[in-house]
């Protein structure tokens, strides 16, 4: 398999969660073996070298994403989760996304400081999300090495979002137009 014959598994939803949008639904991934394996393997592979020690993992879709690459990784998994999911003290961070706004939190002990984190999401669109997350490993003192996707949606910049953040930024699929 390749990343070319992955985009036959994405299917796109016009008009949701609102009109205007073109939601890349990823479900058809989840549910073929070769295409799961394939993109978990390519993700974790390109971060082999990073000497990653937690991810965390962005709720909902990246959590299935980052539990499969903390198992190939052999590290530790954390989720970022949206604002009042999580049990414990939690650090927090709003941002804006291409159809409204939200707050992420993440566990006060997610890590220690100083350890390796790689924040794991599905789908980089505005960099929202992502950079709420990155601002959420920075407050608990993470050392951050990398951003990985799944899909990312390259006409909505998310990439020139998160580049002054200075770490490395991978995405499997890109797509240059809705």
């Given amino acids: 398999m390749t990343s070319e014959e992955l985009r036959k598994y994405v299917r796109d939803v016009p008009g949701y969660p609102k009109p205007g949008i073109i939601f890349k639904d990823l479900t ?20 082999r070298s990073f000497r990653v020690e937690t991810i965390a993992a962005v709720e909902s879709r990246g959590l299935i994403l980052g ?3 903390a198992f190939l990784l052999n590290t530790g998994l954390v989720p970022v989760r949206k604002a009042g999911k999580l ?8 941002y804006s996304l291409e159809y409204g706004s939200a707050t992420s939190e993440l ?5 220690k400081p100083g350890a390796r984190v790689l ?10 999300t992502a950079e709420a997350a990155v601002k959420l490993v920075q407050q ?10 799944l899909v990312e949606l390259s006409f909505l910049r998310g990439r020139q979002r ?17």
């Fill in 28 to 47: 058809p991934l989840w549910q073929d073996p070769a295409a799961f394996r394939f993109m978990v393997e390519e993700l974790a592979g390109h971060f």
């Fill in 119 to 128: 924040v794991v999401d599905d789908l980089l669109a505005t960099g929202g």
């Fill in 162 to 178: 998160l580049a002054p953040h200075g770490v490395e930024i991978f995405s499997l699929l890109q797509y240059s137009q809705p």
């Fill in 87 to 94: 049990p414990w003290n939690t650090v927090k961070a709003s």
């Fill in 67 to 69: 539990s499969a690459m």
């Fill in 140 to 149: 608990l003192q993470g050392d951050m090495v990398g951003l990985a996707f």
């Fill in 107 to 111: 566990h006060t002990d997610a890590f």
